[in-house]
């Protein structure tokens, strides 16, 4: 099944992304970024930081609990991963709880990179039919008690925010098609 196919009747599975950074704010990076597909596979990269990017949150380090040392050794090259976004995802849309700074973040990977992004992030927010939205906490507990509390690590992240949305669907039914679109 290809990445962008929905699994099951009615409306396809979103695909979510998730991403953990340096921090926030001016000069924060991407470190870490997490996929959730359609098909149920997940996939999560780990950055190598560019040698301009120095910015270095100790706090944030404490949340995600990834070290920069760690980045450097362990990290791929921001034109690896930004390749490999745009052969997995080109054309889609894809999802995220926290779309003002993942998409920044990821604007930042590109940017680095030298590519031109060729998907689209979008909110979560558009997948939640205005109805439904009383019914996320329960829909949320559901997805943790499958799958476990998010754990600031991005695939574990973006599977959880996926599992959480398909809950809702489940207890609300989807938002139509014409309401932020799974492609």
Not at 37 to 63: I, K, M, N, Y
Not at 87 to 99: E, H, I, P, T
């Amino acid at each position: 099944m290809k990445h962008g196919d929905g699994q099951g009747a009615g409306r396809p599975w979103p695909i979510m992304l998730d991403v953990e950074a340096s921090g926030f704010g001016r000069g924060s990076y991407p470190i870490e970024i997490g996929l959730a597909f359609p098909d149920g596979t997940s996939v999560a990269c780990l950055l190598r930081p560019e040698p301009d990017w120095v910015h270095w949150d100790e706090g944030a380090e404490q949340v995600h609990g990834l070290t920069r040392a760690k980045l450097l050794a362990e990290g791929r090259p921001v034109l690896e991963v930004a390749a490999m976004l745009n052969a997995q995802l080109a054309g889609n849309r894809v999802y995220s709880d926290a779309w003002g700074f993942d998409a920044a973040w990821v604007a930042r990977l590109f940017d680095a990179a030298g590519l031109s992004q060729h998907f689209r992030i979008d909110t979560v927010r558009n997948l939640i039919p205005e109805t439904a939205l009383l019914s996320w906490a329960t829909a949320r507990s559901r997805a943790e008690a499958r799958l476990g509390k998010a754990t600031h690590r991005a695939e574990h992240d973006a599977k959880l925010l996926q599992a959480s949305v398909l809950e809702l669907w489940a207890l609300e039914g989807p938002p139509p098609l014409d309401e932020g679109s799974a492609s």
